[in-house]
């Protein structure tokens, strides 16, 4: 089901050929990676197809900007005990809720910062005030780590992964093992509204 709202205009098609030039059907020109990256920074909705083959293969574009992204000085924003924890899940029976747990909280975080905007806007003219927001980001990122800790069920107990004496989980306890997850889930979600009720006023 399309989840647009009706009238929204539909995601422009970008199309990869095999000299990895990238072509923006909207504008009849091709573009680069750093124009898609405005493009997403501008809310501009594009989808990339494989020229010949016709896949849909704009997660992976998407992924290819983060690296670049990631390579610029000063540019990053991925940690890297966050980075192995997440390659950590790929493979792993808790897969599939990873994604639509970091979109949850990454809508959190984003609704937050307008907030925060907002107050720069009022408040302070635009201007940051760099110690309070710089303390926010560090708590959040903080909680972003420990969620995903929390989802590992490899590090319960204080025992790394991989660790000795690691005990695989038996059929049997999969039950439990559920009902743990929902609670640590309903936890999760009860902090990141937390989150992003706060009044960015308050100190």
């Known amino acids: ?36 990256c405005q493009m997403v920074k501008d809310g501009v909705e594009f989808v990339v197809y494989d020229a010949k083959s016709g896949e849909d293969i704009t997660r992976s574009v998407l992924t290819q ?29 808790l897969q599939f809720l990873v994604p639509r747990y970091l979109e949850h909280t990454m809508e959190s975080f984003a609704r937050n910062q307008e907030q925060m905007r907002a107050y720069m806007s009022e408040s302070f003219g635009g201007i940051l005030p760099f110690g309070r927001f710089d303390e926010m980001s560090k708590q959040n990122m903080a909680f972003f780590e420990r969620a995903m800790r929390m989802f590992n069920p490899f590090t319960q107990a ?22 743990q997850l929902k609670s640590r889930l309903e936890a999760l979600q009860r902090e990141v509204s937390a989150l992003t009720d706060k009044d960015p006023k308050k100190p």
């Open 65 to 93: 900007i983060i690296v670049e992204e990631e390579g610029k000085g000063g540019q990053n924003l991925l940690p890297l005990n966050f980075l192995r924890q997440l390659i950590s899940f790929y493979g792993d029976n």
């Open 158 to 179: 204080g025992k790394p992964a991989g660790g000795e004496g690691e005990v695989p989980a038996k059929p049997e306890d999969n039950e439990d093992q559920l009902k």
């Open 1 to 36: 089901m399309d989840d647009r709202k009706e009238g929204a205009k539909a995601p422009i098609t970008i199309k990869k050929y095999a000299n990895r030039r990238l072509y923006n059907t909207a504008t009849s020109s091709y573009v680069t990676l750093d124009h898609l």
